[in-house]
């Protein structure tokens, strides 16, 4: 099992920022959660004479030429990934229902997102588009595995908290930080949700809004009979 991971210094910083709350927490993810993101990607690496190679959570290793098969080193993935977001991000798609759950849960929760983002530039983009999707929720930038900023994040405040992610990654850092956590993760792009297999510490694996919304939902209606 992962250590406990360290939350960053300027993660911290925006997490004290936040005002203080005693409602239960919703940590959701942007990318391949909120927003489309692989398919995006598969669009921007075919233009580049490029694709996946498997559809696993992986990129090193999985980006390669259309033409030879050849995969692309860490260096030039991370090269390709600044230059992505660069250009795409501030249009991609909103996964469909998210929005509309988002909305009917904040009726109970609060909602942070928290998202893995290259540059700090990229920040104020996002909070745009979002914003122009009508999800006007604090948007906090992360870099590496999540699971000290969402035990961060959750410090102080009572019980329910729900984790929302695609990464594995995030899940087993999560897992190790924050046990207590609920954890979901969502995929919303078909091929990588069909490939992976659901974990022990993942309550729920989906790449559907209204399963989410009435999972989450559901929650809290134990709580209050139990």
Known sequence: MPEPTPVLPEV??????????GRPLIICDVDEVILHLTTHLEDYLHSNGLMFLKYEYRLTGNIGSKKTGTSLNATEVK???MSFFDEVSPHQDLVP?????LHSLSDDWDVV?????????NKPVRENLLAAKGLNYPVLTNSGPKGGAVAALASGRPSPVVFIDDSPTNHNSVNASLPSSIQIQ??????????????QHVDLLTGDWQETETFISSILSAAKTS
Do not use: V, Y
Not at 116 to 121: D, E, K, Q, T
Not at 188 to 194: I, K, V
């Open 79 to 81: 090269k390709l990934l």
């Open 97 to 101: 229902g998210a929005d509309t759950a």
């Open 113 to 121: 997102l928290l998202t893995n983002l290259p540059g700090a530039h």
């Open 12 to 21: 911290l910083s925006q997490i004290r920022a936040l005002p203080a709350s």
């Open 186 to 199: 969502f995929i919303a792009d078909p091929r990588f949700l069909t490939s992976m297999t659901r974990e």
